[in-house]
């Protein structure tokens, strides 16, 4: 069956998939894992998974989006065991990438918007921009316009042409404030910091956090490699497509250490920072710049670019859910979606400092509407799906994904045994350890 979609160019499926992969996780998320866990021994360990979780499937999920050429509900639904329950769990793929959406387009939206302020008004704080009701409920609907109208056009004129321009604003961007942490008086100290292993550090905690920062960063488990790899041509090689995007992915987090870690020692400023690291560390250093708000705007529109790749390829697959299961135009999918995804959007930008009721919410811990969203969808859903993964690749379909992934490509039946392995073995007792190790210990 043929694609009415398919990527017009290799580089073009490179280049989504990074840009899908890369996001606030890589810039944000990234170097605060790393200050927390001992800097180089995080580092090396995360890398770790990358190799031994990370590729393998992220080849799981491209060769099942090929072989299938279908949306990741009818891929689901026509492998996993019949019933109610399962039919449920085919859904998955499809609401989690829906809901994340929700709430990633709105802080994504506060980034641009912070950006914007900061840099008419150097006094301009972050949870000025989220407190600010009207400000956030507009940033979230004004991103939510700009990214359907990417999709609109579809996978050659939107998201392709939209990813070629944008993945290398990205590179050099940071390749570019990069060079001007390293340049900065004792820049060294926090290169060292973050590229030299103290093993003291690494303990099963650091492990879990690694695993799971890998995991995550790569974009498994959310629907989004399975409906990108639906669009490749049998001809591609997926092999080299996912180590590309893997690379891509793993360099902008490595930009991003690079980038904050210098900076960071230079002027003395703690690591202790938490989730608050970029938005609120990051201003007071670019404030003692001399171009300081230049540099300012650039970082925070970086944030964007990534966090914007990201939203594209969430709604591309429900967009594509759409078309596939009910018919609908590409146009008509897009404002079904938006008008699906507007209430739980909305509610999500009132949630940091708008409204308490919805700051305070309170679930297993977690505090706040989008966080225990994020808790629900970017954590338990995705583990849960990246385990359905595993179980569809490495032990039913085992043959037919070996075959698949040698189309391109030239691996070896010991190399397509050792992928099977990691995928059958390795990657769900390391799913099943994130998923204890976060949520019951």
């Given at each position: 069956m043929?694609?009415?979609?398919?990527?017009?160019?290799?580089?073009?499926?490179?280049?989504?998939?990074?840009?899908?992969?890369?996001?606030?996780?890589?810039?944000?998320?990234?170097?605060?894992?790393?200050a927390?866990?001992?800097?180089?021994?995080f580092?090396?360990?995360?890398?770790?998974?990358?190799?031994?979780?990370?590729?393998?499937?992220?080849?799981?999920?491209?060769?099942?989006?090929?072989?299938?050429?279908?949306?990741?509900?009818?891929i689901?639904?026509?492998?996993?065991?019949?019933?109610?329950?399962?039919?449920?769990?085919s859904?998955?793929?499809?609401?989690?990438?829906?809901?994340?959406?929700?709430?990633y387009?709105?802080?994504?939206?506060?980034?641009?918007?912070?950006?914007?302020?900061?840099?008419?008004d150097?006094?301009t704080?972050?949870?000025?921009?989220?407190?600010?009701a009207?400000?956030?409920?507009?940033?979230?609907?004004?991103?939510?316009v700009?990214?359907?109208?990417?999709?609109?056009?579809?996978v050659?004129?939107g998201?392709?042409?939209m990813?070629?321009?944008?993945?290398?604003?990205?590179?050099?961007?940071?390749?570019?404030l990069?060079?001007?942490?390293?340049?900065?008086?004792?820049?060294?100290?926090?290169?060292?910091?973050?590229?030299?292993?103290?093993?003291?550090?690494?303990?099963?905690?650091?492990?879990?956090?690694?695993?799971?920062?890998?995991?995550?960063?790569?974009?498994?488990g959310?629907?989004?490699?399975?409906?990108?790899?639906?669009?490749a041509?049998?001809k591609?090689?997926l092999?080299?497509?996912?180590?590309?995007?893997?690379?891509?992915?793993?360099f902008?987090?490595?930009?991003?250490?690079?980038?904050?870690?210098?900076?960071?020692?230079?002027?003395?400023?703690?690591?202790?920072?938490?989730?608050?690291?970029?938005?609120?560390?990051?201003?007071?250093i670019?404030?003692?710049?001399?171009?300081?708000?230049?540099?300012?705007?650039?970082?925070?529109?970086?944030?964007?670019?990534?966090?914007?790749?990201?939203?594209?390829?969430?709604?591309?697959?429900?967009?594509?859910?759409?078309?596939?299961?009910f018919?609908?135009?590409?146009?008509?999918?897009?404002?079904?979606?938006?008008?699906l995804?507007l209430?739980?959007?909305?509610?999500?930008?009132?949630?940091?400092?708008?409204?308490?009721?919805?700051?305070?919410f309170?679930?297993l811990?977690?505090?706040?509407?989008?966080?225990?969203?994020?808790?629900?969808?970017?954590?338990l859903?995705?583990?849960?799906?990246?385990?359905?993964?595993?179980?569809?690749?490495?032990w039913?379909?085992?043959?037919?994904?070996?075959?698949?992934?040698?189309?391109?490509?030239?691996?070896?039946?010991?190399?397509?045994?050792?992928w099977?392995?990691?995928?059958?073995?390795?990657?769900?007792?390391?799913?099943?350890?994130?998923?204890?190790?976060?949520?019951?210990?």
């Amino acid at each position: 069956m043929e694609r009415s979609q398919s990527w017009k160019s290799k580089i073009g499926f490179i280049l989504a998939a990074s840009g899908a992969a890369i996001g606030l996780g890589n810039i944000q998320r990234f170097p605060y894992l790393v200050a927390h866990y001992g800097g180089g021994a995080f580092l090396i360990t995360y890398l770790l998974f990358v190799l031994l979780l990370g590729i393998p499937l992220v080849l799981a999920e491209f060769s099942l989006g090929r072989f299938f050429l279908r949306n990741p509900f009818e891929i689901f639904q026509r492998n996993l065991p019949r019933g109610k329950f399962f039919s449920c769990l085919s859904t998955l793929p499809i609401l989690i990438p829906f809901f994340i959406f929700s709430y990633y387009v709105v802080i994504t939206g506060w980034t641009f918007s912070f950006s914007l302020f900061y840099f008419l008004d150097n006094s301009t704080t972050f949870d000025s921009v989220t407190s600010n009701a009207p400000l956030s409920m507009a940033s979230a609907v004004s991103l939510l316009v700009i990214i359907s109208s990417i999709v609109i056009l579809g996978v050659n004129r939107g998201i392709e042409m939209m990813s070629k321009i944008v993945m290398p604003i990205l590179f050099i961007l940071l390749i570019f404030l990069v060079i001007n942490s390293l340049l900065l008086e004792n820049s060294m100290k926090g290169l060292r910091f973050f590229l030299r292993v103290d093993w003291s550090k690494i303990d099963s905690q650091l492990f879990i956090f690694a695993a799971g920062q890998a995991f995550f960063s790569l974009c498994v488990g959310e629907g989004v490699l399975m409906t990108y790899g639906s669009y490749a041509s049998k001809k591609d090689n997926l092999v080299s497509s996912a180590l590309y995007m893997v690379f891509f992915d793993t360099f902008v987090a490595l930009m991003s250490g690079l980038m904050i870690f210098p900076a960071l020692f230079s002027f003395n400023m703690s690591l202790d920072q938490g989730s608050t690291l970029i938005y609120k560390v990051m201003p007071e250093i670019f404030a003692t710049f001399a171009y300081g708000k230049i540099l300012s705007l650039a970082f925070f529109l970086t944030l964007c670019f990534a966090a914007i790749t990201t939203c594209i390829a969430l709604m591309e697959v429900v967009v594509n859910f759409f078309v596939e299961k009910f018919g609908y135009s590409r146009v008509k999918s897009v404002f079904v979606f938006n008008g699906l995804v507007l209430i739980p959007m909305l509610i999500s930008s009132l949630s940091k400092g708008v409204s308490s009721t919805l700051s305070d919410f309170q679930i297993l811990g977690v505090t706040g509407f989008m966080d225990v969203m994020d808790l629900f969808w970017g954590n338990l859903a995705m583990l849960f799906c990246g385990l359905l993964v595993s179980f569809l690749v490495g032990w039913k379909l085992s043959s037919q994904m070996k075959k698949e992934l040698s189309h391109g490509s030239s691996l070896s039946e010991c190399s397509l045994k050792f992928w099977l392995f990691l995928v059958a073995y390795v990657a769900p007792l390391s799913i099943l350890l994130i998923f204890c190790f976060n949520f019951f210990l």
